[in-house]
């Protein structure tokens, strides 16, 4: 899957807040579902970003840099962030974005899930969390290898 083949999804109305004909042509290797304000850490290269935004504060003037930042640094495929909470995608997340040679689209709703990979999705509304292609193993132990 490429970024732009997110526009054409059926019934998820996604649509381009901002973006470049040759940055909708980036591969997305996977997906993240995120609302921290800096997810860097947890997300790999060429991965679709899925926000909320609920993170967002219009009060905090460096909030849309301080995402799109993070976002440049794990080199991001692209950001799909939802409408529901705020009614729109902020302008300043918007023109973050664009300094970053990140693209944004758009949803009517919240992303909790979206599309894979390959194509599949249960919808930008959707309450489950999104099937990540690759995993990250637990640094916890499991219960079998636990003893007292």
């Keep these: 899957m490429i970024v732009g083949d997110l526009l054409e999804l059926d019934g998820l109305d996604i649509g381009v807040a901002w973006a470049?004909?040759?940055?909708l042509e980036r591969p997305v290797t996977?997906?993240?579902?995120?609302?921290?304000q800096d997810p860097a850490r947890y997300l790999q290269p060429g991965?679709?970003?899925l926000t909320g935004l609920v993170w967002?504060?219009?009060?905090?003037?460096?909030?849309a840099a301080r995402f799109a930042t993070s976002l440049r640094s794990a080199e991001v495929a692209a950001l799909l962030a939802g409408e529901g909470t705020h009614?729109?995608?902020p302008a300043p997340l918007v023109d973050a974005c664009r300094t970053h040679g990140i693209p944004c689209s758009r949803c009517p709703r919240a992303p909790a899930s979206g599309p894979s990979?390959?194509?599949?999705?249960s919808g930008c509304g959707a309450t489950s969390r999104p099937a990540r292609r690759r995993s990250r193993p637990s640094r916890r132990p499991s219960a079998a290898s636990w003893s007292p």
């Excluded at 470049?20 to 940055?23: F, G, I, R």
């Excluded at 990979?117 to 999705?121: F, H, L």
């Design 20 to 23: 470049t004909p040759d940055l």
């Design 30 to 36: 996977g997906v993240t579902s995120t609302d921290l």
């Design 47 to 49: 991965e679709l970003v």
């Design 56 to 63: 967002w504060r219009p009060e905090d003037a460096r909030a």
């Design 87 to 89: 009614g729109s995608v």
């Design 117 to 121: 990979p390959t194509g599949s999705t």
